[in-house]
């Protein structure tokens, strides 16, 4: 039921939001991979979108399904700001998790501001974890949310392959001592239509200091660029 509610809720904002778009949005589509110490070897798909409310305001949305029996959700806010050089930007953000074989899920928000260009981006901010279960509810401790990337081309350019170390992507957020190093690629084949892929690899060690394999997951799927 609570699942249910959400999904009508956001595609009630996202039907809404669209009457007054205006711009450039895209839909995409992936197959989702990978393998955990959690869950073994892994495997399903992605639906997102990105819709431009005004020329200053972009919503983004999407839904993950695992055969692991895990749904996750996200729900993000971004206006931004130009600059003399590249542009401020705030991230407004709700993730959903639901961990059907282990009969628990979770809410996340988080919200925070950064600074991007052609080429370089970095953003800082908090995000804040409820895991419930049954009748409990536990509210994890506010925790630092934050990513660093570094792209090889300008935005527009024929194809383009993305690098950084970030504790979130669009359906996990860890906490700040857990880094996930992250590569995106893509490759434009049509004047509408895209090819990207993605690699996401959470190594052993690192700052948590414990020597626990975390794993990676990888996604190759097709984009599609509309115009509002």
Same mark, same amino acid.
């Given at each position: ?20 778009? #205006?711009?450039?949005? &895209? ?5 989702? /991979?990978? +393998? !955990? $110490? ?20 972009? =919503? +983004? ?6 055969? %692991? ?6 729900? +993000?806010?971004?206006? @931004? @700001? ?19 074989? !282990?009969? =628990? ?17 970095? #953003? ?7 895991i419930f279960g049954g009748a409990d509810t536990v509210m994890e401790p506010i925790d630092p949310y934050y990513r660093i990337a570094g792209t090889l081309k300008k935005?527009? %350019?024929?194809?383009?392959? *993305?690098?950084?170390?970030? !504790?979130?992507? $669009?359906? +996990?957020?860890?906490?700040?001592? #857990?880094?996930?190093?992250?590569? &995106?690629?893509?490759? $434009?084949? /049509? $004047? ?23 794993? @990676? ?9 509309? *115009?509002?």
């Amino acid at each position: 039921m609570k699942l249910k509610l959400l999904i009508t809720l956001v595609a009630g904002l996202l039907g809404a939001f669209s009457l007054l778009a #205006q711009g450039t949005g &895209e839909v995409a589509l992936l197959g989702v /991979g990978g +393998q !955990n $110490r959690t869950w073994g070897g892994f495997g399903g798909g992605a639906l997102q979108a990105s819709i431009p409310v005004t020329k200053r305001l972009t =919503i +983004q949305t999407g839904w993950q399904g695992l055969s %692991s029996g895990t749904v996750t959700g996200l729900l +993000q806010v971004q206006p @931004f @700001f130009p600059l003399k050089k590249g542009e401020l930007f705030i991230d407004a953000s709700a993730y959903y998790g639901g961990f059907y074989k !282990n009969g =628990i899920g979770e809410v996340l928000a988080a919200a925070g501001a950064g600074w991007r260009t052609a080429h370089f981006s970095a #953003q800082l901010g908090l995000s804040v974890r409820w895991i419930f279960g049954g009748a409990d509810t536990v509210m994890e401790p506010i925790d630092p949310y934050y990513r660093i990337a570094g792209t090889l081309k300008k935005p527009g %350019s024929q194809w383009n392959i *993305s690098a950084g170390i970030s !504790n979130f992507t $669009r359906y +996990q957020v860890e906490r700040a001592m #857990q880094p996930i190093f992250f590569i &995106e690629g893509r490759y $434009r084949i /049509g $004047r509408k239509f895209s090819l990207v892929g993605e690699l996401n690899i959470k190594p052993a060690g690192m700052f948590h200091l414990t020597a626990t394999w975390y794993g @990676f997951s990888a996604g190759l799927g097709v984009v599609y660029t509309f *115009s509002l």
